[in-house]
């Protein structure tokens, strides 16, 4: 069975977002799009992903809670969770890890907290996408440990991908898959930046308004539940395709 | 210039490859995306950086740098401290800002090299 999944989507908590990135409107346009399966990774902070989940109910999209996580060294790595209570438990340890920097909405964006209508309930007064304390290799062991599974976002981006800041990848990672930007095919980006086999390549939206929600996707052929596990095996035995639209 | 004459009179820390320190300074660099290190260190040269990521150890010995400076603190993992002491990297640390310490460096005569 192939599930199209977009596994990077931010909502107006992500101050880099448009303030339309509303639960009811992100899952409406998921579904136009026929999607099976998103991912909810706001910058450092999970605090909107259970409204996405809540609007999502009974509609037949699963709804993953997720985080995008900037680490140390500036990558950017998506951490992925069946479960809002994991993605907390991961926040809780990153937590003494992030900066206590004030956001400047007028400058940076605006950082909003919303239920599952969309209605506002609070501003995040934290600036959101900064580095924290944490390094790659850590936050990998974290994210593993509460049995989720990270992937290291648009890794050939010139901003917070990890081939401009480290280099190279590292042989040993463990992660599943890497995403690559929907700037160069995964063929161009295995050679250009020698990424070992074992790692699956995915692609995904990184959407920061809602026309750019699918346009970027992975699709996946397994049976069962829309689970991490299942997601994670169908990467590491080359069961998907990227699709660009 | 030498690795050593650097380490005292800049006061840095030797984490790793003290082995090294009798090593040949041929210039500087500094940056911290490592693609550009990739690209534009010389053998022999001194590299300043505020990472210490496990591909700081790879990149510097694959382009045969004399050492890394470490700087503003930033915590060095006991495995990649390790991995450099294995490869006989000179690996330095210092609280000191990247700007002060390549100031510091132009002072001693460490030039860039283009």
Same mark, same amino acid.
């Given at each position: 069975?192939?599930?199209?999944?977009?596994?990077?989507?931010?909502?107006?908590?992500?101050?880099?977002?448009?303030?339309?990135?509303?639960?009811?409107?992100?899952?409406?346009?998921?579904?136009?799009?026929?999607?099976?399966?998103?991912?909810?990774?706001?910058?450092?902070?999970?605090?909107?992903?259970?409204?996405?989940?809540?609007?999502?109910?009974?509609?037949?999209?699963?709804?993953?809670?997720?985080?995008?996580?900037?680490?140390?060294?500036?990558?950017?790595?998506?951490?992925?969770?069946?479960?809002?209570?994991?993605?907390?438990?991961?926040?809780?340890?990153?937590?003494?890890?992030?900066?206590?920097?004030?956001?400047?909405?007028?400058?940076?964006?605006?950082?909003?907290?919303?239920?599952?209508?969309?209605?506002?309930?609070?501003?995040?007064?934290?600036?959101?996408?900064?580095?924290?304390?944490?390094?790659?290799?850590?936050?990998?062991?974290?994210?593993?440990?509460?049995?989720?599974?990270?992937?290291?976002?648009?890794?050939?981006?010139?901003?917070?991908?990890?081939?401009?800041?480290?280099?190279?990848?590292?042989?040993?990672?463990?992660?599943?898959?890497?995403?690559?930007?929907?700037?160069?095919?995964?063929?161009?980006?295995?050679?250009?930046?020698?990424?070992?086999?074992?790692?699956?390549?995915?692609?995904?939206?990184?959407?920061?308004?809602?026309?750019?929600?699918?346009?970027?996707?992975?699709?996946?052929?397994?049976?069962?539940?829309?689970?991490?596990?299942?997601?994670?095996?169908?990467?590491?035995?080359?069961?998907?395709?990227?699709?660009?639209? | 210039?030498?690795?050593?004459?650097?380490?005292?009179?800049?006061?840095?820390?030797?984490?790793?490859?003290?082995?090294?320190?009798?090593?040949?300074?041929?210039?500087?660099?500094?940056?911290?995306?490592?693609?550009? =290190?990739? &690209?534009?260190?010389?053998?022999?040269?001194?590299? *300043? #950086?505020?990472? $210490?990521?496990?591909? +700081?150890? %790879?990149?510097?010995?694959?382009?045969?740098?004399?050492?890394?400076?470490?700087?503003?603190?930033?915590?060095?993992?006991?495995?990649?401290?390790?991995?450099?002491?294995?490869?006989?990297?000179? =690996?330095? &640390?210092?609280?000191?800002?990247?700007?002060?310490? *390549? #100031?510091?460096? $132009?002072?001693?005569? +460490?030039? %860039?090299?283009?």
């Amino acid at each position: 069975m192939i599930i199209r999944a977009d596994l990077h989507i931010h909502t107006a908590l992500s101050p880099c977002a448009e303030v339309e990135m509303l639960p009811p409107l992100i899952v409406e346009r998921a579904l136009e799009q026929r999607l099976d399966l998103i991912a909810i990774t706001d910058h450092n902070s999970s605090a909107n992903v259970q409204a996405v989940m809540d609007a999502a109910r009974d509609t037949g999209l699963k709804v993953w809670a997720g985080m995008e996580f900037q680490t140390r060294e500036e990558v950017h790595t998506l951490c992925l969770f069946d479960t809002v209570r994991q993605l907390r438990a991961l926040q809780a340890v990153l937590e003494l890890a992030l900066p206590h920097l004030p956001n400047n909405p007028a400058k940076l964006g605006e950082q909003f907290i919303v239920d599952a209508q969309g209605d506002f309930l609070a501003r995040e007064e934290r600036l959101l996408l900064v580095s924290a304390g944490t390094a790659l290799e850590s936050l990998i062991r974290e994210v593993n440990a509460l049995g989720g599974m990270a992937i290291p976002a648009h890794i050939d981006r010139a901003e917070n991908g990890l081939i401009p800041l480290l280099g190279f990848v590292p042989p040993d990672l463990p992660v599943p898959a890497l995403e690559i930007s929907r700037h160069i095919s995964a063929s161009e980006a295995r050679a250009r930046f020698h990424i070992p086999a074992h790692y699956a390549l995915t692609r995904a939206s990184d959407a920061h308004w809602l026309d750019a929600i699918g346009n970027a996707i992975t699709e996946l052929d397994f049976t069962g539940t829309r689970s991490v596990a299942n997601v994670a095996c169908a990467l590491r035995e080359g069961r998907y395709a990227l699709r660009t639209t | 210039m030498i690795v050593r004459e650097v380490v005292e009179k800049l006061g840095l820390q030797v984490v790793a490859g003290s082995a090294a320190l009798n090593r040949e300074i041929t210039g500087g660099y500094a940056a911290d995306l490592l693609s550009c =290190v990739m &690209a534009r260190a010389k053998p022999g040269n001194v590299w *300043v #950086t505020l990472q $210490a990521h496990p591909n +700081v150890i %790879a990149v510097a010995v694959l382009l045969e740098l004399a050492a890394v400076i470490v700087t503003e603190n930033a915590p060095i993992a006991a495995e990649v401290a390790a991995k450099a002491e294995a490869e006989k990297l000179v =690996v330095l &640390a210092t609280p000191c800002t990247t700007f002060a310490i *390549v #100031t510091e460096l $132009a002072r001693l005569g +460490v030039a %860039a090299q283009e």
